[in-house]
């Protein structure tokens, strides 16, 4: 069973910014199946990103996934207050769908 | 747009059950019965949980390993929707509960819409 971590817990930047968030596979995972999702209080979660760096319909080129193997990266550029949030990375296995803590970003 | 929509109790008493629908709304457009649709759960301040689906071309529900023997879903191809049922439901069920579609494209595999959630409080 494949068990994600994100790291780092927090991350509190400034618009403007830009923010690296981390997601670590305890083992090695097809890319393809590697999703980014954010989450806001009181909305509907919203898939950012699929097969690792595929932007999903309408999302902004300010938002970027990369990575493969067992090591994942979501990169939020030009940092906007709107991207407050948790992001959560997601791997889409054959019977089961783990989830990632998630990381929360903060704007000052 | 909200395209999916959960409805259901949102106080249940420990040991009853529980019984979620999520439907689509009308300006989706979307059919619910002839997708699979996952759902998931949240506890604000730990991270998303899955629960469990029932896939596109059948009725088949499969239940998450820690919930299996409590959890069944299932399609009401009457009513449209996707029914979630939980049994003898604890004080750590309570959470917030999405239901998402089930998305497949090509090699690719994600949850592409998603409801608002509901949310659900166990306690008597």
């Known amino acids: 069973e494949v068990v994600l971590t994100q790291s780092p817990g927090t991350l509190s930047l400034s618009p403007g910014e830009t923010g690296s968030l981390s997601c670590r596979a305890s083992q090695y995972v097809n890319g393809w199946l590697l999703n980014w999702y954010q989450l806001k209080p009181g909305q509907a979660p919203r898939l950012l990103i699929y097969g690792a760096s595929v932007r999903a319909t309408g999302i902004p080129d300010r938002f970027r996934g990369s990575g493969s193997g067992s090591d994942f990266t979501l990169t939020i550029s030009r940092l906007e207050p709107e991207d407050s949030a948790v992001y959560s990375c997601q791997f889409y296995g054959t019977s089961s769908f783990a989830f990632g803590p998630g990381t929360k970003v903060e704007i000052k | 747009q909200v395209y999916l929509v959960e409805s259901g109790e949102n106080l249940v008493q420990p040991g009853r059950s529980l019984r979620l629908s999520c439907a689509a709304s009308v300006v989706s457009g979307i059919n619910l019965v002839s997708h699979g649709v996952q759902w998931v759960r949240h506890v604000p301040g730990k991270g998303l949980e899955w629960v469990g689906l029932v896939w596109s071309l059948d009725n088949r529900g499969h239940c998450a390993e820690s919930l299996r023997g409590r959890c069944t879903i299932f399609k009401d191809y009457n009513e449209r929707t996707v029914v979630l049922e939980l049994n003898n439901v604890r004080d750590e069920d309570t959470a917030i509960y999405y239901c998402?579609?089930?998305?497949?494209?090509?090699?690719?595999?994600?949850?592409?819409?998603w409801g608002r959630g509901t949310l659900v409080t166990v306690s008597t």
């Open positions: 998402a579609r089930d998305m497949w494209a090509g090699d690719f595999r994600y949850f592409d819409v």
